[in-house]
């Protein structure tokens, strides 16, 4: 089974493009989905987590997802150490997925794919892009967030600009229906 990874920035609609892939029956596994259920339920990352940041990072049994991001987000020697216990477990955890399903191809949505080099582990990789307004906007609607939040987060992650010539294939997702054809279309090329 091939792997095709799926990316695109805050509120560029990848979780969007993924549905209608899975629409098409084809097998999605979402990477940050992965991650977080790991945080929560393996024993391996749980003892690592507390050697590197201490108990407060489990309160009653579940992840201290605020006091995880307090560390992380103002250290990032801290947030590579918490990606080196993390990802490998993911990278793990999709293997094993991956043996479960059959098909030409599967799609592997994650937030972060040509940053940490997780692009060379895919056989094609997939942009989602959509003009920065219009992102503002969507993420606004979604999580009541201000216009500064938004910005610092997108500002946080590479540019379209410097992902654009790593992917093979960029949708611009600004119509849906569009958005759809053009799925429609790269399914038909993929499979
Ligand atoms: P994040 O990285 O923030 O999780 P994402 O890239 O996965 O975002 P989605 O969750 O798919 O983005 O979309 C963000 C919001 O924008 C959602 O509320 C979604 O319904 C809406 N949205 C996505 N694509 C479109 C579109 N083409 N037209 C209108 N709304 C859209």
């Known amino acids: 089974m091939k792997i095709v990874g799926l990316t695109g920035g805050i509120g560029s609609g990848k979780s969007t493009v ?29 003892r690592k987590m507390i050697a590197l940041l ?8 579940k992840p201290n997802k605020q006091y995880i991001a307090s560390i992380i987000f103002n250290d990032s020697d801290k ?15 999709f293997k094993r997925w991956m043996k479960k399903h059959t098909s030409p191809y ?17 056989d094609y990789t997939i942009l989602v892009t959509a003009p920065e307004e219009v992102r503002v906007s969507r993420v ?10 938004v910005m610092s987060r997108i500002n946080s992650q590479w540019s379209d600009s410097e992902k654009i010539p790593l992917a093979n294939y960029v949708i611009v997702n600004v119509d849906l229906e569009v958005t ?3 799925v429609t279309k790269l399914h038909n090329k993929l499979s």
Do not use: M
């Open 106 to 122: 599967c799609i592997k949505e994650a937030a972060v794919l040509f940053e940490n080099g997780g692009y060379l582990n895919c």
């Open 54 to 61: 201490g108990e407060e990072c489990y309160v009653d049994g």
């Open 140 to 149: 606004q609607k979604r999580d009541n967030s201000t216009r500064e939040q």
């Open 79 to 93: 947030l590579a150490a918490v990606n080196n216990i993390i990802h490998p477990k993911v990278a793990q955890h």
């Open 180 to 182: 759809k054809q053009e």
């Open 18 to 46: 993924a549905r209608f892939f899975e629409e098409l029956g084809v097998p999605v596994y979402i990477a940050d989905d992965a991650g977080k259920y790991l945080l929560a339920n393996s024993k391996v990352v749980r």
